[in-house]
């Protein structure tokens, strides 16, 4: 799972996680499965209703190749289409909640779409490795992107939602918590989002080094003094009463 982040141009960080090979291709066999019921019905149409109907009958093989080609432009601009209507999905994206952004925090556009698209030409339909060379360039890309996204500046995210209370700065207490340091409101919601952060990371590795060094930051900041005489606690403590104070303020 990778993740994106993308600086707007207000210089805002915002992080996004890349979709999945695995929804990328459950999109892919899902529109795949929508153009293939399209042509069942049109090939339906042409030949059951309308020509074995008479309606057509006497049309020369030139004419049905134009109305066959007319018939198949919707499977021609069918992801077009539908990422610049539905704004980066098409109905396989919408059922998997992924979505085409612009890696520069633009919107993206119908011009991003095109490049994407015009590019799907590269990554699709190259004989004899259709579909592998996107899959390849999905796989091994650290934005999890095909050529068609690199050369139109996006990327494929997940909508769906997986952050838990581990990727914020809330922590569970419960109603009868008793806090311990009061002068932890002294810290903002910033500075506990990299206590959290650089405290998982060091507890993930057995990095006693850094877990000492943030606590002889968090008590120079804050004038805190460690009571319990263990580092890792002593953060854990923190994390509890900033949530504590910040919550009942």
Avoid: C
Wanted: proline share 2%; charged share 20%.
């Amino acid at each position: 799972m990778s993740e994106l982040s993308i600086n707007t141009t207000q210089n805002v960080k915002i992080n996004f996680i890349a979709a999945s090979v695995g929804e990328r291709l459950g999109a892919y066999f899902i529109d795949a499965a929508v153009k293939i019921s399209y042509i069942l019905i049109v090939y339906f149409i042409f030949f059951y209703w309308l020509k074995l109907g008479l309606l057509i009958n006497n049309l020369d093989s030139w004419s049905e190749r134009a109305i066959m080609s007319l018939f198949g432009l919707p499977l021609m601009f069918y992801s077009l289409a539908l990422e610049s209507i539905f704004e980066g999905q098409s109905i396989g994206k919408i059922l998997l909640k992924i979505r085409v952004v612009k890696i520069d925090g633009y919107q993206a556009g119908f011009g991003d779409y095109l490049i994407r698209w015009f590019f799907g030409i590269v990554d699709f339909f190259i004989p004899p490795l259709y579909g592998f060379v996107a899959l390849i360039t999905v796989i091994s890309n650290k934005k999890s992107q095909r050529f068609g996204d690199m050369a139109a500046g996006t990327a494929v995210i997940t909508l769906k939602s997986k952050i838990n209370i581990s990727h914020t700065i809330l922590e569970d207490i419960g109603t009868a918590y008793v806090p311990t340091y009061p002068l932890v409101i002294k810290l903002s919601d910033n500075d506990m989002r990299i206590i959290k952060e650089t405290f998982k990371k060091a507890v993930a590795k057995n990095d006693f080094e850094i877990i000492y060094k943030l606590v002889a930051k968090i008590e120079s900041v804050t004038g805190i003094k460690n009571q319990s005489g263990n580092g890792s606690d002593f953060i854990r403590v923190i994390l509890k009463d900033y949530n504590f104070y910040t919550q009942n303020m």
